[in-house]
Structures are given as C-alpha cells and as structure tokens.
C-alpha cells in the first residue's frame, strides 16, 4: 500500500458522504448552463472555452511521464477490429493487462482492465464502429490522482489549483461472509452498495477468505466507485513546477486536468516518478469536489471559479487571436459523444 492510504485517508471523515455525493447527474449539474450562459453573455461568445481545449501531443517532459498506448480505428467487422487491436499492441510493444478506453473520456465511461485476449474481445464488442480506442499499460501503482491546473496566456507561471487523492475501495475477507454481506457491512460502502453490487455482480455469493482484500472499483472514477479526497494541503512547489513544464509543452492547452498514477505522495510532490493517464481539456472539472466532506456550496463555488477562469483565458486567447469553434459544430460534436457514451454506460 502506498502513503496515500496512510497520508489522504488517515483520519475517520466527519462524513462518510457528502449530501449530493449520490444525487443523479442531472440534478447535480442543473445549475451549470445557467452560469455557462451568464459567463457567456458577459464575455460575448457561447463556446470561448473551446479556445484553450486544443490538445496537442505532449512535448518530451511529458513523454517521459506517459504511460505506453497506442490507439486504433474499430471497423463495422468484429474480427477485423480484434485484429487491428492486437497489432496495435504489438507494434507498440504492449502487453497484458491492458486499460481500453475511448478516445473520450466523460465519468469513465467504456474504461475497462482487461487481462487477456477473450476479454478484450469481448469488451471491444461494445464500442461502435468507426471510432478511435485507446489501449494503454496498466500501471500497477495504487497511488492515484487527479490534478487540475491553470496558466493565464499572459502569465510565466502556472499553477495547480486543485489536487485530488483517489483511493480505491476494498473490503477484507473474514472466512465466513460473502462479498455482498461485506458490502452490507462496511460503514461506507453500504451506503453505495447498488452501485458496487452491480459492479461485482458475478461474485457477490462468494465467501471471501480470511484476511483477503477485494477492491470493489478498479477504475478511480467516483462514478465507478472510487473515494475522492480533496488534497490541497499536498500540493507544492516542486509538483506545481513540474506539471507547469509539462503543460507549457502543449501549444494551446493552458488549463485541464491531468490524471495520474504515482508510486508514492512524497514523489508526487517533489515532482517525480508518476505516470500520466489521460489530459483532460475543457470539459474537465476539479473533481476534489466529491471529497465527502465538501459541502454543496463549496462545490458550487469551485465549479464558478473554475467556468469564469475558463471564459477569462478564452477572452484572452481571443484577444491574441484565437477562434472558439463555432456553437453548431460544438452541439454536433457533443451530441455525437453523449450517443455513443450511452452505449458504452449500457455495455458496462
């Protein structure tokens, strides 16, 4: 176990849940378009954001930290997209167990670790047609996090405004209860038992042996079950030197949110031994907001200081230039993502 369980997660929360932390999306996001369409009225254009989300490739500081993909196009065949995955990972050198995940990530959704050939095939079955996937190493390392940064276009420093500490939640066998009664019996868990019921469906009935610890998400995303933990309090110098360098790399890209895996939190810090899983543009939110302790006034504020920050580095790019995409294309392009992630939520 790395220190993160013994560092983020050390001392018992006052709450085990936050009071929105398991309101549906709909209702918890209802506010959103309203403050979007107040940031818009008063910058002047609906989709500004849009100018910062241009993802590049990363330069050569942020390659040393990227964990190995590859990606592939699936075609309307079954067969010839099996075989387009398996020589992508060989090209690329990859082996078992891999993460797949789409090439868009929103809750993540369509994300899966898979072991072997059967199930990547398997897997491979709910994506559509004609869409880009990600094959990625696993990284075996329990350490997890998600850290949101921004840098104004007329400033020389950026700076990471929000880090969060993902664990992954595991109950301990005792010889004599199944996984479903250990769900039952967990003082947290319990209380998003529909969710790790339907995401360990196939062994609730097992008896768990003694001693033994069964994690009941494997992907850090609070939708599939992780535990989120604000971790303001960890951040540094050093790390916020080290993601500024990477991002600086990215032309374009000057706030979003990195998720990463790391090896322990005092490496984190001082900037060192971590991999990068994903960058996320401008659809990402500073996810320490479903720390369970985190009110929903707080929540709110985050997410309006985040959207206002957004719209005043578009402004800015604006100024220097920049085109936000147009809102037709921003609709289409939205539209196209929410079809095929419901597909992806419906495989799961």
Same mark, same amino acid.
């Given at each position: 176990?790395?220190? /993160?369980?013994?560092?983020?997660? @050390? ?18 996001y209802? +506010? ?20 910062? *989300? ?21 075609? *309307?065949?079954?067969?010839e ?7 992508a ?6 082996e ?5 995940? +789409? ?7 369509g ?9 990547? %095939? ?16 696993? /990284?075996p ?9 921004? @840098? ?16 992954? +939640? ?20 319990r ?7 339907? @995401? ?6 097992? #008896?768990?042996?003694?001693? %033994?610890? #069964? ?11 992780? #535990? ?17 360098? /990477? %991002? ?17 939190l005092?490496e ?12 996320? !543009?401008?659809? %990402? ?27 005043? /580095? ?7 230039? !920049?085109? +936000? ?20 939520r419906?495989e799961?």
């Amino acid at each position: 176990m790395t220190d /993160i369980a013994s560092i983020a997660f @050390r001392a018992k929360p006052r709450r085990l849940l936050s009071s929105f932390e398991t309101w549906p999306g709909w209702l918890f996001y209802a +506010p959103i378009p309203f403050v979007w369409l107040y940031l818009a009225a008063r910058h002047g254009n609906l989709t500004l954001p849009t100018i910062s *989300e241009g993802l590049a490739l990363l330069g050569s500081k942020g390659r040393a930290h990227l964990a190995p993909y590859t990606t592939f196009m699936t075609s *309307e065949a079954q067969d010839e997209t099996e075989r387009r995955a398996r020589l992508a990972m060989q090209k690329k050198g990859l082996e078992f167990p891999i993460v797949i995940k +789409p090439d868009i990530g929103q809750n993540g959704a369509g994300v899966k670790i898979v072991g072997d050939r059967g199930a990547l %095939a398997r897997w491979l079955a709910a994506f559509p047609y004609n869409v880009k996937v990600i094959l990625q190493s696993y /990284i075996p390392h329990e350490g997890e996090a998600g850290i949101f940064y921004f @840098r104004k276009p007329n400033c020389e420093r950026g700076w990471v405004a929000s880090l969060t500490l993902k664990h992954l +939640p595991i109950v301990r066998g005792d010889g004599l209860s199944t996984l479903r009664e250990l769900i039952l019996e967990d003082h947290r868990a319990r209380h998003l038992a529909e969710l790790y019921f339907a @995401r360990n469906h196939k062994r609730l009935g097992w #008896v768990v042996p003694e001693g %033994a610890r #069964v994690r009941l998400a494997s992907v850090g995303n609070h939708c599939k079950g992780a #535990v989120f933990k604000n971790g303001a309090a960890h951040i540094t110098p050093q790390m916020e030197a080290a993601f500024d360098a /990477i %991002a600086r790399e990215i032309p374009g890209f000057y706030f979003g949110r990195f998720d990463v895996k790391f090896h322990s939190l005092g490496e984190l810090q001082r900037g060192e031994n971590f991999s990068i899983l994903e960058i996320n !543009g401008g659809d %990402a939110e500073m996810t320490h907001i479903w720390d369970a302790e985190e009110t929903l006034r707080g929540a709110y504020e985050t997410l309006f200081r985040q959207y206002s920050l957004a719209f005043e /580095i578009g402004a800015q790019n604006r100024a220097a230039g !920049g085109r +936000p995409v147009s809102v037709a294309a921003f609709l289409a392009e939205w539209l196209r993502n929410r079809a095929r992630l419901h597909r992806y939520r419906a495989e799961e």
